[in-house]
């Protein structure tokens, strides 16, 4: 049985990846990333002090939130960093396996990475893909939740809202963000709803060849019309869409995905051997 410690277990995201572990056959000991507060101690989730004590033994330390560094200096282990900014250094988590022999650390990928990783196994013959990223809050946790919510109420008071938290303005706002160069033709466009994002790929074909779906792999499910991101939060799966032009040329492949799921529970799952 695998020992885990996941550090920031107190957060919204560590609660959730905690729930997941302890779904597996894994003994995890959940830390805070400091003093616990009151509603910390008498939640549903007992989270525990850091202690460097409590890590002796462990596996894998799993950063959700950032420690205090002399916790997890002198740690001889492996460490998986899911933090929404992880340290750029470590190595990426890979699309697909367990655990690369030989890495000591890995970090996390976005979500996107790993959705866009399904196109080829939704459609034969994939060419050219671009399109739009309509992004939820969730990726910046329990910050994106309070910055969404306090900035909302701010906007219904008659008041300009305080950008700190989320450090730009989202509250009843779409936000377009440039692509970045290397990062293929995805326009993102951050949207004030807390949990579902929305892929709306342009796909084209091959030369000489035509589009065509294919059976829907294992977490994905083929939907009858695009998702709404209301449907997108409450479903356990990728809900995926395709509209494929008469001649197979073109289509226009609508994803919907839970960005905590896909790009954080899933992915360490897998990675731990827990799937």
């Known amino acids: 049985m695998l020992k885990l410690a996941v550090i920031g277990a107190q957060t919204l995201l560590g609660r959730e990846l905690v729930g997941a572990l302890e779904a597996r056959d894994a003994s995890v000991v959940p830390l805070s990333?400091?003093?616990?507060?009151?509603?910390?101690?008498?939640g549903d989730l007992v989270v525990f002090a850091p202690d460097p004590a409590l890590l002796e033994g462990m596996d894998v330390?799993?950063?959700?939130?950032?420690?205090d560094p002399a916790l997890v200096s002198a740690f001889p282990g492996r460490i998986l960093d899911l933090r929404p900014e992880p340290d750029p250094a470590a190595?990426?988590?890979p699309l697909a396996g367990a655990w690369p022999?030989?890495?000591?650390?890995l970090r996390g990928r976005p979500a996107l990475e790993q959705v866009l990783a399904q196109v080829p196994s939704l459609l034969s013959n994939v060419g050219e893909v671009g399109g739009v990223h309509l992004r939820s809050i969730a990726w910046l946790g329990d910050r994106g939740l309070d910055g969404l919510v306090a900035q909302t109420l701010s906007v219904l008071n008659g008041e300009d809202p305080d950008e700190k938290l989320l450090g730009y303005r989202q509250a009843f706002e779409m936000v377009p963000v440039p692509p970045v160069v290397g990062k293929g033709r995805l326009l993102e466009i951050r949207i004030p709803s807390f949990h579902g994002d929305l892929l709306v790929l342009q796909v084209r074909a091959q030369d000489g060849a035509a589009l065509a779906k294919?059976?829907?792999p294992t977490g994905v499910k083929w939907v009858e019309a695009p998702p709404s991101s209301r449907e997108v939060a409450v479903s356990p799966e990728l809900l995926a869409h395709a509209e494929i032009t008469a001649d197979g040329r073109a289509a226009?492949?609508?994803?919907g995905f839970d960005p905590v799921l896909?790009?954080?529970?899933?992915?360490?799952?897998?990675v731990l051997g827990l799937m």
């Not at 022999?101 to 650390?105: D, K, Q, V, Y």
């Not at 226009?252 to 994803?255: A, E, R």
């Open 33 to 42: 990333v400091g003093a616990l507060t009151v509603a910390e101690e008498e």
């Open 61 to 67: 330390v799993i950063l959700v939130a950032t420690p």
């Open 91 to 93: 190595e990426p988590l």
């Open 101 to 105: 022999a030989g890495a000591r650390i």
């Open 214 to 216: 294919k059976d829907a």
């Open 252 to 255: 226009v492949l609508t994803l």
């Open 262 to 270: 896909w790009g954080t529970l899933w992915p360490a799952l897998r």
